[in-house]
């Protein structure tokens, strides 16, 4: 199958794929639509089953980030990146500035940003070869408090304003009177279960690892489940924060939450779930839209803004969603429809 006949290719303007058997990087990178600006979004690295997984996964992304950006209001388009491998064992300085030399081989149709399995200082490692980097020259972050570049803390924030809203219109309640349960406690996750247990929210917890989980467990008296049974819980929210297809054919009929409000990219399995989630009333707060915390904080990071001005981004988040409710309840149509129009109609 080649690329332009993958059910994912969906228009992209560019994908490029390079490997360094020295580095040993193997890598895709995919711009979906650059007519906002360049296509920003960061580098993912994970021991994928085969390459045809890590496209599928890199073209979900970027065009995600297209939706993103344009929702977010911001000057910016679409592209995302992979690097097929473990992090944990397989990762060098020197494949980090491959994947620089690569990057800067766009001449800025990209830019990059950490992302899973990549950190700042790999991005800054990145940038010894390539001018086009974001997320590596932090100012102050939203709450007044020193940045470094990891747009974890005000992803984690963003996904916080954009739950509280849908428990708001969905639930008519305050987050103390409710239980969330979150899959996935990495550095958003588990910001965002902080987030919820000062709000006084009851935690629900999993992770394929577990040290993260007792931590949630000892700060926020998180009350740890298997990743298997951590969807179809009692609760009141279900919130992905870890890989996409969180909501899928398997989980669908089994969810008991009346809101989904998670950090994870690509939720959904396909467009045909949003539609069950709304004949099903649940409430579904489009992934690109709650989670384009990061993506508003690279972008005010570069332009050295005052806190105040990323936190009133941040809480937009909030607005963005109360209007994709409304024209959903409106119109009848999915919450996931609805923001894909709402994207379209800015980037097109």
């Known amino acids: 199958m080649s690329v332009f006949e993958h059910p994912d290719f969906d228009q992209h303007e560019h994908v490029a794929f390079h490997q360094d058997p020295i580095s040993g990087l193997s890598a895709i990178i995919a711009v979906h639509n650059t007519n906002l600006g360049p ?23 970027s065009k995600g980030m297209t939706y993103k950006a344009a ?3 911001l000057p910016l388009g679409g592209g ?21 030399r690569f990057v800067e081989s766009l001449d800025g149709q990209y830019v990059i940003a950490e992302d899973s399995g990549i950190s700042v200082s790999n991005v800054i490692d990145m940038a010894k070869h390539t001018k086009h980097v974001g997320g590596v020259g932090g100012n102050l972050q939203f709450d007044g408090s020193p940045a470094d570049g990891n747009p974890a803390p005000a992803t984690a924030y963003g996904v916080f304003v954009g739950l509280r809203e849908a428990v708001k219109y969905r639930l008519n309640k305050g987050l103390g009177e409710v239980s969330v349960a979150i899959t996935g406690i990495g ?32 700060r926020f008296g998180a009350t740890i489940v298997s990743v298997e049974d951590i969807s179809t819980l009692d609760v009141d929210v279900f919130a992905p924060c870890a890989l996409g297809n969180a909501i899928n054919q398997t989980n669908i009929n089994l969810i008991k939450a009346k809101v989904i409000s998670g950090a994870a990219n690509n939720q959904l399995q396909h467009p045909e779930i949003g539609t069950e989630l709304h004949a099903r009333e649940i409430l579904y707060a489009p992934d690109y839209v709650i989670n ?13 803004s005052k806190p105040e001005a990323i936190k009133t981004h ?11 409710f409304e024209r959903s309840e409106s119109q ?5 429809l609805i ?9 097109s």
């Open 39 to 61: 296509g920003l979004g960061g580098c993912r690295m994970f021991n994928y089953a085969d390459s045809q997984a890590a496209l599928t996964d890199v073209l979900r992304l």
């Open 71 to 73: 929702m977010a209001s």
């Open 80 to 100: 995302k990146s992979v690097i097929i491998g473990d992090h944990r064992s397989q990762k060098t300085p020197h494949m980090m500035e491959q994947m620089g």
């Open 187 to 218: 550095s958003v996750g588990m910001r965002l279960a902080e987030h919820l247990y000062n709000a006084g929210a009851k935690i629900f917890v999993a992770d394929v690892f577990e040290p993260n989980c007792k931590i949630a467990k000892e």
């Open 292 to 304: 384009a915390g990061g993506i508003i904080d690279i972008h005010h990071q570069k332009i050295a």
């Open 314 to 324: 941040l809480e937009k988040v909030a607005q963005t969603l109360n209007t994709v």
């Open 332 to 336: 009848d149509l999915p919450t996931s």
């Open 339 to 347: 923001a894909d129009r709402l994207a379209e109609e800015r980037f």
